[in-house]
């Protein structure tokens, strides 16, 4: 379906869980995480309804995120079952891959067609400290056993001045031999990210220019959301950029967010929205909840005002969005 400023909006990013196995320095709290308690969350059965009547208003492609979308229990199941439902085509999972390995098969057989896996450090021990606890080992098995099964991989890497940024080249070295892309996301400003400086795309750009001869611009690409890639060194995969702070791709969107707790937010930016979980929990019919969905969808804002506006902010920690 359209919005009122004319974007196709088709596409839906699911948080199932608020909940995870790391605690990312940018991204979540050490100790102070007031987890949903599980009546809180949708239930599964919860979800599928949702979906479903997302479905019926045009949403073709679901990404599953959290938290840690694999902590959530019989998360296979769940998607299994999302991707029988009725108008949804595509079905993409993010996660931070440490417990992938065990459930890529099962992925695979359920449809997944890819897996966004994040990681921001190639080096064990500062792997650890930045996530507060992973190990580094089971991510990059998993990261194998995704290409044994023919699911595309994606690495989603924030750069953090002063922590990781010496990094850069290692992670585009990791697409000349594996048929991986990697994606450098610029750090946003929402929870504790504010605390700590990202490195821009124009920098990487920059470093990439002063270490590479062999560069190829690809651009945009149709499925890939608002990434642009390039190639360096006839590499089997690709990198890319996501540059929500330094180029505003809000023109193209094409997406809505639901939490955990059910709420279909509009724009990562804002807190507007409304509980779909409210609604379900009060009676609502189909009919309704695909009205209200539909509504809300419609009523997207035109755009993101990181840097300017702080009326309606989302105060939300990343986690308990889904990125
Ligand atoms: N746990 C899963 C994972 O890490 O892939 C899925 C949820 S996580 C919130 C989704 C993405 O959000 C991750 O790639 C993470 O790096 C990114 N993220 C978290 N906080 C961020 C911030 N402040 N700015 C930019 N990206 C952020
Ligand atoms: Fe967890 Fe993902 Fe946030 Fe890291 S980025 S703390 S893995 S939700």
Same mark, same amino acid.
Do not use: W
């Given at each position: 379906?359209?919005?009122?400023?004319?974007?196709?909006?088709?596409?839906?990013?699911? $948080?199932?869980? %608020?909940?995870?196995?790391?605690?990312?320095?940018? /991204?979540?709290?050490?100790?102070?995480?007031? *987890?949903?308690?599980? $009546?809180?969350?949708?239930?599964?059965?919860?979800?599928?309804?949702?979906?479903? =009547?997302?479905?019926?208003?045009?949403?073709?492609?679901?990404?599953?995120?959290?938290?840690?979308?694999?902590?959530?229990?019989?998360?296979?199941?769940?998607? %299994?079952?999302?991707?029988?439902?009725?108008?949804?085509?595509?079905?993409?999972?993010?996660?931070?891959?440490?417990?992938?390995?065990?459930?890529?098969?099962?992925?695979?057989?359920?449809?997944?067609?890819?897996?966004?896996?994040?990681?921001?450090?190639?080096?064990?021990?500062?792997?650890? =400290?930045?996530?507060?606890?992973?190990?580094? =080992?089971?991510?990059?098995?998993?990261?194998?056993?995704?290409?044994?099964?023919?699911?595309?991989?994606?690495?989603?890497?924030?750069? &953090?001045?002063?922590?990781?940024?010496?990094?850069?080249?290692? *992670?585009?070295?990791?697409?000349?031999?594996?048929?991986?892309?990697?994606?450098?996301?610029?750090?946003?400003?929402?929870?504790?990210?504010?605390?700590?400086?990202? &490195?821009? #795309?124009?920098?990487?750009?920059?470093?990439?220019?002063?270490?590479?001869?062999?560069?190829?611009?690809?651009?945009?690409?149709?499925?890939?959301?608002?990434?642009?890639?390039?190639?360096?060194?006839?590499?089997?995969?690709?990198?890319?950029?996501?540059?929500?702070?330094?180029?505003?791709? /809000?023109?193209?969107?094409?997406? &809505?967010?639901?939490?955990?707790?059910?709420?279909?937010?509009?724009?990562?930016?804002?807190?507007?929205?409304? =509980?779909?979980?409210?609604?379900?929990?009060?009676?609502?019919?189909?009919?309704?909840?695909?009205?209200?969905?539909?509504?809300?969808?419609?009523?997207?804002?035109?755009?993101?005002? *990181?840097?300017? #506006?702080?009326?309606?902010?989302?105060?939300? *920690?990343?986690?308990?969005?889904?990125?």
């Amino acid at each position: 379906m359209k919005d009122k400023f004319k974007r196709e909006i088709d596409y839906l990013r699911l $948080s199932v869980t %608020d909940n995870c196995n790391l605690r990312c320095i940018y /991204c979540m709290d050490e100790k102070e995480n007031n *987890f949903l308690k599980a $009546s809180e969350k949708l239930s599964d059965e919860e979800i599928l309804r949702v979906v479903k =009547s997302c479905a019926e208003v045009g949403i073709k492609k679901i990404r599953i995120t959290g938290g840690e979308p694999l902590v959530r229990p019989n998360v296979t199941e769940l998607i %299994d079952s999302i991707n029988n439902i009725e108008g949804i085509e595509e079905i993409y999972i993010t996660t931070n891959g440490i417990l992938l390995g065990d459930k890529v098969e099962a992925l695979a057989k359920s449809g997944v067609k890819g897996v966004n896996i994040s990681l921001d450090s190639l080096k064990e021990d500062r792997f650890k =400290s930045l996530t507060r606890r992973g190990d580094l =080992s089971k991510v990059l098995e998993a990261i194998d056993k995704c290409i044994e099964f023919g699911i595309k991989v994606k690495l989603n890497t924030v750069m &953090v001045n002063d922590i990781n940024h010496d990094e850069i080249i290692d *992670f585009i070295k990791l697409t000349i031999n594996k048929p991986i892309d990697v994606r450098f996301i610029e750090l946003m400003p929402i929870g504790v990210g504010k605390v700590y400086k990202g &490195v821009s #795309n124009q920098e990487i750009r920059d470093l990439i220019k002063d270490n590479f001869n062999n560069i190829i611009e690809i651009g945009k690409e149709k499925s890939s959301g608002p990434a642009k890639y390039i190639k360096v060194d006839d590499a089997l995969g690709k990198v890319g950029f996501i540059s929500a702070m330094s180029n505003c791709f /809000c023109e193209e969107c094409n997406r &809505v967010r639901i939490t955990p707790e059910g709420f279909l937010k509009q724009c990562l930016h804002f807190d507007y929205g409304i =509980s779909l979980r409210d609604l379900i929990r009060k009676g609502i019919s189909d009919q309704d909840l695909k009205i209200k969905i539909e509504e809300t969808i419609y009523n997207k804002p035109e755009k993101h005002l *990181f840097n300017q #506006n702080k009326e309606h902010e989302e105060i939300r *920690f990343m986690n308990q969005i889904g990125g």
